[in-house]
């Protein structure tokens, strides 16, 4: 890893070098040439470069002898530090030289200001210069000879793999068929009995999490209501009942849980888990538990006169005994063979992304982006099985991954010794003395120890009790920040120490109760990731615009969407001169206005786009700079109320569009003037239609898109009859259509939908039938039905049991789960 440091290290010098020319070139450094210590500090940092250059091949070799050669290991962390100090001083260098704030007077005070600064850092490069030189003597001294012959006889190239392949969509166990069995069938037989544990153990690592993971993905759709909770080790009751009633959320289609469970005592979770759970067959998953007090605190929370089935999973074998009867097993080890497959812990690969460009640790490739670099870079972890899928969406790129407990701990391991990284989760006082990065997991941080001479340079809370206040020390020693990550946390606003730090690439305060960004934001001149996606902002200050290196900004002040994929109708007002923002990747989610719309044209780096409020007579000007976005991914246009037009014939898209989401009326006689801009681009896998007004004849112009994957209609079809032509939508797998009120026919021919997994017919009450032909839908899992006519749903609940019923009931019998609603 310090041969990456190095690395990353060598390009941030050769960037402020760049800075010298510049200068130099334009004539804006001669004055200040005179003062020898900025003329020194440049000369200091090209020797330093040309050193660790030298050193670069070396450092590759001896990473492989570090861990069985003390004398490497030594030199190595010396490397490392000296590293680290040398990339402190460059970055406050580099902000220094280039800082343009305050006026007039305040500039000439900067420059005696900066005479001192200038000697104080050129004293501390020469310094580490010397560092460095006497290291690498007493590299020369000792016996690291070999590596180094080793070094420069080594084979220079790398080894590619195909990084663009998407994950393998079936996710299989490996070793543990017999185990999979055994729980399948205790979940699964003698549902006269009530209330089953079962219970999986053994040491960490052996492959308890996926195994249950894989049978509950498998069955959960097979019961009214599942959840899923991990539990920590220094597990609150409280916190254990809350994440149990959010999990249940995700089963609530009726709404019975929406209630606020912030302040809630024990007393008050317990009854509502109850209610819920009453009567229905649910199954719930304790993962990772650690004593059997756990389920003695939390077992009045479930009913006794319900099918219920609990599946704990713990290293700790008298919590394998609260299994009923014998529904317990035990894991070993596997072979050799089998162990490369094993994964655990949830990661969320598009921030992770962000966060690995930010942190500088990708370059830029030709004809690729940092993203798409590091894009390649997760594809590789999980080539070398070291993560695995968890989630997906539905054209089947991946959502979330994860990692397996003994990788995970590897990794703590070899961050907290090679100063990477440490996480502090309140367990014990730990320091964030000796690390760059610090992972915040408890909100009892006054254990942590801090120190002056370490420089942090990332942030990242996980806990939502977590206090502003309580971070503030840390914000005010760590002004070499370069990511502060705040997603989740409760904090209301934003402390001015934030905006003191110049090296800040990283913002995050998604999920936070923020209602204002102060117009100091502008001083954030390194700034590449805004995030405040479901924060509480209701407008940007004039200075966001200033941010010329900001690559992703992400805003929005209610994120209810009416429909899965088709985004708040309510955004925010971007500044004028967001045309200067030519490097931003993502803008999600603004109103239009004519200066707006104006503006996005210059925004050709643009992947994602979510805009609202748009007018019919502002549609021109938008499909215009729509026109420039040529790499273009996700695009999302909203009408400024559901009665407005929107006139997109003129739409051009790019063909590198795969996702897109209208919202507002359009005209059914240009139907097919609008879709022929997209119905030639095979990558066009999600499409979201909201108040389209859609007949029979005008959603037939959607039949020509065959790379569909999923299609959702929301209050988009006044047709009465739907029909699904032989060979259409051959990779669509979900179909959602909601509020059509003078839908009464659904034809599917055989051959159609051919890949289609759920259906989701909602508030259709002229739907008095099932689709005809969906017995030809043999790929069909779930099926949905919510406000259909009342003769559909008792049919389908078979209360009456009559033949005809039983002929009902018969068509769908291939669907593993059906759920109906009046």
């Not at 690498?136 to 220079?156: F, L, P, T, V, W």
């Not at 759970?277 to 719930?284: A, E, M, N, T, V």
């Not at 894009?375 to 539905?394: C, D, F, I, K």
């Not at 689709?771 to 078979?798: A, F």
């Amino acid at each position: 890893m310090a041969e990456g440091v190095v690395g990353m290290l060598i390009l941030k010098l050769g960037s402020a070098l760049a800075i010298e020319a510049i200068k130099v070139g334009t004539g804006k450094l001669c004055r200040q040439a005179k003062a020898s210590s900025i003329a020194r500090l440049f000369g200091q940092i090209r020797d330093i470069k040309e050193e660790l250059e030298s050193m670069q091949s070396f450092l590759q070799e001896a990473e492989r002898f570090k861990d069985t050669d003390n004398t490497t290991a030594s030199f190595i962390n010396k490397i490392r530090g000296l590293a680290f100090e040398i990339e402190d001083v460059v970055d406050e260098f580099t902000y220094k030289l280039e800082d343009k704030h305050g006026g007039f007077s305040v500039k000439i005070k900067r420059q005696f200001k900066r005479i001192s600064t200038w000697r104080r850092l050129s004293l501390k490069l020469r310094d580490i210069k010397l560092k460095l030189e006497n290291v690498d003597r007493r590299k020369a001294r000792y016996d690291m000879r070999g590596i180094a012959i080793e070094a420069r006889n080594s084979d220079a190239h790398c080894r590619s793999t195909d990084q663009t392949s998407y994950f393998p969509i079936e996710e299989n166990l490996v070793g543990i068929d017999e185990s999979k069995n055994l729980l399948i069938n205790w979940l699964t037989s003698d549902f006269q009995q009530e209330n089953v544990i079962s219970t999986v153990w053994g040491m960490g690592g052996v492959g308890k999490t996926t195994l249950v993971a894989h049978v509950y993905n498998t069955l959960k759709i097979d019961f009214d209501c599942a959840a899923w909770v991990t539990v920590s080790k220094a597990y609150q009751v409280q916190d254990l009942l809350k994440q149990i009633i959010r999990e249940l959320q995700k089963s609530d289609l009726k709404g019975e849980l929406r209630v606020d469970i912030v302040d809630m005592e024990k007393r008050s979770l317990v009854e509502i888990i109850r209610d819920f759970l009453r009567g229905k067959k649910y199954l719930l998953v304790l993962d990772d538990v650690w004593g059997i007090d756990i389920w003695f605190k939390i077992r009045d929370a479930f009913p006794t006169n319900s099918t219920s089935r609990f599946v704990i999973t713990s290293r700790i074998h008298d919590v394998a005994l609260l299994a009923t009867g014998n529904c317990m097993v035990e894991l070993k080890p596997l072979e050799a063979h089998h162990s490369w497959e094993l994964f655990c812990k949830e990661a969320f690969w598009k921030r992770l992304i962000r966060h690995w460009v930010t942190a500088g640790f990708i370059r830029e490739t030709e004809h690729k982006t940092m993203e798409e670099v590091a894009e390649g870079y997760l594809y590789e972890l999980v080539n070398r099985s070291l993560l695995q899928v968890v989630e997906r969406n539905e054209s089947g790129r991946v959502r979330s991954c994860r990692m397996h407990d003994i990788i995970r701990l590897l990794a703590l391991a070899k961050s907290n010794e090679e100063r990477f990284c440490r996480v502090h989760d309140g367990s014990v006082s730990s320091s964030a003395e000796n690390t760059r990065r610090l992972s915040i997991q408890s909100p009892n941080i006054e254990q942590l120890t801090l120190s002056s001479e370490v420089q942090l340079r990332s942030i990242y809370v996980f806990d939502n009790g977590l206090t502003i206040d309580s971070l503030k020390p840390f914000l005010k020693s760590f002004k070499l920040l370069s990511t502060l990550d705040l997603q989740g946390s409760k904090i209301r606003r934003l402390p001015n120490e934030i905006f003191n730090m110049f090296n800040l690439r990283f913002l995050g305060l998604r999920d936070t109760e923020v209602e204002d960004i102060p117009k100091t934001v502008g001083r954030l001149q390194k700034l590449e990731v805004l995030d405040a996606y479901n924060a509480k902002l209701l407008s940007l200050p004039e200075s966001v615009v200033t941010l010329r290196k900001l690559r992703y900004l992400y805003v929005a002040t209610d994120p209810k969407t009416n429909i899965k994929g088709v985004v708040a109708w309510t955004g925010i007002q971007v500044p004028n001169g967001i045309r200067h923002l030519t490097d931003l990747q993502a803008l999600q989610l603004v109103e239009a206005s004519s200066e707006t719309l104006c503006h996005l044209g210059a925004l050709t780096e643009l992947r994602t786009l979510s805009i609202t409020k748009v007018q019919r007579e502002q549609c021109v000007d938008l499909c215009n700079a729509i026109m420039n976005m040529t790499h273009l991914v996700s695009l999302a246009i909203m009408a400024i109320n559901e009665k407005e037009t929107l006139e997109l014939e003129e739409l051009c898209l790019p063909p590198t569009l795969s996702k897109l989401e209208i919202g507002g009326q359009l005209d059914r006689k240009r139907m097919p003037q609008i879709v022929s801009s997209f119905s030639d681009h095979e990558n066009i896998t999600l499409l979201a239609l909201a108040f389209s007004k859609l007949d029979e004849d005008s959603f037939s112009c959607l039949l020509v898109l065959h790379g569909l994957r999923a299609l959702w209609l929301d209050k988009a079809y006044e047709g009465k009859r739907l029909h699904f032509n032989a060979m259409t939508f051959p990779k669509l797998r979900l179909l959602s259509i909601s509020d059509a009120p003078q839908l009464n026919d659904v034809v599917v021919e055989e051959s159609a939908l051919q890949s289609l997994v759920h259906l989701s017919l909602t508030d259709c009450p002229e739907l008095k039938a099932l689709p005809d032909g969906i017995e030809h839908l043999r790929t069909l899992e779930k099926l949905y039905l919510r406000g259909v006519s009342k003769d559909l749903t008792k049919k389908l609940q078979n209360k009456e049991k009559t033949n005809e019923c039983n002929d009902y009931l018969k068509k769908i019998n291939h669907v593993r789960r059906v759920t109906v609603y009046p």
